[in-house]
Each structure stands twice: as structure tokens, then as C-alpha cells.
């Protein structure tokens, strides 16, 4: 979990701005901090670094490209890097680092929006790319990283959590008393489903969405790069091919989600996903790497899941944290 923020005016942007967004959601990343402006300070985009993959200042950010032609700060994880980096090598372009944020910038300056569709991971990025004056920014197909924006006539915002936001002049925090009352009527909508968000000043981009901020005039066209497509083609697929199918894409999966330089560990609840995720990474891991797990545990009370958590590190050996 990392921390991504900026700012696109119409004037220049006080250089302490940005720093103060990104000081507010320093618990998102505690290994480091990053800034970038452009020349007019119009354009200042900063990062909380909490580092997963290459630890080491190569993969550092706010990360520029090469040329200096463009700039990212990325929330997340790509955990086909490795795949994309061979591709992008293939068609000669050189990586300095061994970072998935490096192959994120090259694939977008090589493929342009259409990295999206290659892209197998969670994120939230934004990258100001110098050749056209834009600030192209994606969350993932699913929303598990957050991207929330605020816009004005002088400006426009983004940041990973709402407390970076709030302080910004111009961005009201008056709350959406109609998704309040929706949420009393039907909790399970939830709060943060929609365009709006919880508070009147704060949009967000959805799941699967990609936008670009035309920073000459702070124009923002919104578009969908992703969405769910229903299919028929294994409705009368045998129960055992199914199984079979579901065991190998949930492995590859896993398998893809270990890569890490620094350690890995999971939550354990004791639920059916949980417990499938641990058996299968120490599974990958093999019984001469250690593998920890976290579990909350909840004495005395009926939905204490510490009992069928106690199973499955019974069964597969893992190194338990437990957390009362």
C-alpha cells in the first residue's frame, strides 16, 4: 500500500502542497517519500512509498521515463511485470530498474491507454505525460486501490484517501446526505459504489475506469477501459474439468501475488478464501521457507473464527501471529 497524490492548476502550485497531502497519508508508506513538478509548477505530483518490489532507490517515485517525457506516481502492484518487461525488452526498449512501476511507464509511452488491457494486477496511477499536456490516470478493474479526485475552476486533485483532499481550498466537506439515507434504508449498497462519494467536494474514478486531465484547460474525460463480460463458453462444463480449471487459475494466481522482494505473508480468518489462499501459497513455498500468517483472535465471542483457523495451521505447518 502506497500513497499517490497531485495537483494540476492554472497557476503555480505552493511547493508545499503536495508535500502536505502526502504527510497526511504517510501510514501508506513509511519506506520513503517522492515529488515531482514541471517546470511552470502547474503540475506537482507526490508519493508515500511503502516498497514491495526493488526496495532500492531505482524504484523510487515519482518515477520520469527515460526521456523525461513523462512521469508516474502508482499505488499498487502489477504482478505480471515480469511477463510485460519481456515484452517490452523484445521490442528493444531498455529498463534501468527492477521495479513493476518502471514497466508500468514504459508500457504506457509504448502502447499508450491500450497498456490497460495488458496490465494484471491492482493500482491507481497517474501519469503527466509532457508530449500532450496530459495527466492520464487508471484504477484497476476491480477498485481494490483508490482513486479519489476533487475539481474546481482552479484546479484539479487526486489523492488515496479523502484526508489529503479535505484540507485543499475550494473542496467543499459537506457530506452527501443522499447516499447517508441510502445507506440507512440499504446498508449493503455501501457508500463509495458510485461517481460521488461520502463527501459533496470528492469524486472518484470507478473500478475499471481510466480518465485524462487536459492540463491546459483542467478538462477531464472519464471512460471505461473495462467491464465485466457474462459468457456461456463453460455452462456444461464437467464438474471435474471445472475443478480442475478453477485449481490451476487460482495457483497462477497465488503464484503471480508471491512475487516480492521483501517477505509475504497473509491474514488468516478461518473462512473458505483465506484458508484457500494459505494452503496454497505454502504449498508454492515448499516446507523449507517459512510462511507467516496473521489471525485475529476474538476469545469468547460466537464469531471467533480461531477455531477453524487453528486447522488449517495445523494442517499446512505456516508460522501463526495470532492478535486479540
Avoid at 486501490?145 to 473542496?171: D, I, N
Avoid at 481510466?210 to 478538462?219: G, K, P, Q, R
Avoid at 483457523?309 to 501471529?321: E, F, L, M, N, R
Amino acid at each position: 500500500m502506497c500513497g499517490i497524490a497531485g495537483i494540476i492548476a492554472k497557476r503555480e502550485i505552493h511547493p508545499s502542497a503536495v508535500f502536505a497531502m502526502t504527510t497526511l497519508m504517510e501510514h501508506r508508506g513509511p519506506d520513503g517519500f517522492g515529488e515531482w513538478r514541471n517546470e511552470s509548477g502547474t503540475v506537482t505530483l507526490g508519493h508515500r512509498r511503502l516498497a514491495i518490489i526493488d526496495p532500492t532507490e531505482a524504484g523510487a517515485q515519482p518515477m520520469c521515463d527515460p526521456t523525461n517525457s513523462a512521469v508516474v506516481t502508482f499505488n499498487g502492484e502489477i504482478y505480471n511485470y515480469l511477463e510485460i518487461a519481456q515484452q517490452l525488452t523484445s521490442a528493444g526498449l531498455t529498463l534501468k530498474s527492477h521495479s513493476d512501476t518502471e514497466v508500468l511507464l514504459a508500457a504506457y509511452m509504448h502502447w499508450g491507454s491500450d497498456c490497460l488491457s495488458r496490465l494484471n494486477g491492482m493500482f491507481a496511477f497517474a501519469i503527466y505525460n509532457k508530449r500532450n499536456n496530459t495527466v492520464f490516470c487508471a484504477r484497476d478493474r476491480f477498485g481494490e486501490k483508490p482513486f479519489l479526485f476533487a475539481r474546481t475552476p482552479e484546479m484539479v486533485a487526486f489523492a488515496s484517501e479523502y484526508k489529503a483532499l479535505l484540507p485543499l481550498q475550494g473542496v467543499s466537506a459537506d457530506q452527501n446526505d443522499s447516499l447517508h439515507l441510502r445507506f440507512l434504508i440499504s446498508p449493503r449498497e455501501g457508500l463509495d459504489d458510485e461517481r460521488h462519494t461520502i463527501f459533496a467536494g470528492i469524486e472518484q474514478l470507478l473500478p475499471g475506469e481510466m480518465a485524462e486531465i487536459d492540463v491546459s484547460n483542467l478538462t477531464i474525460n472519464i471512460s471505461r477501459y473495462w467491464d465485466v463480460s457474462p459468457s456461456d463458453e463453460y455452462e456444461n462444463l464437467p464438474d471435474e474439468d471445472a475443478i480442475a480449471q478453477f485449481h490451476d487459475l487460482l495457483t497462477d494466481s497465488i503464484k503471480l501475488r508471491l512475487r516480492s522482494d521483501v517477505p509475504v505473508g497473509s491474514c488468516l480468518s478461518g473462512g473458505l478464501d483465506s484458508s484457500s489462499i494459505v494452503s496454497v501459497s505454502k504449498h508454492l513455498r515448499g516446507d523449507d521457507h517459512p510462511y507467516h500468517t496473521f489471525t485475529g483472535h476474538f476469545p469468547g465471542s460466537a464469531q471467533d473464527e480461531l477455531p477453524f483457523a487453528q486447522k488449517i495451521i495445523d494442517h499446512t505447518g505456516v508460522v501463526s501471529h495470532l492478535t486479540e
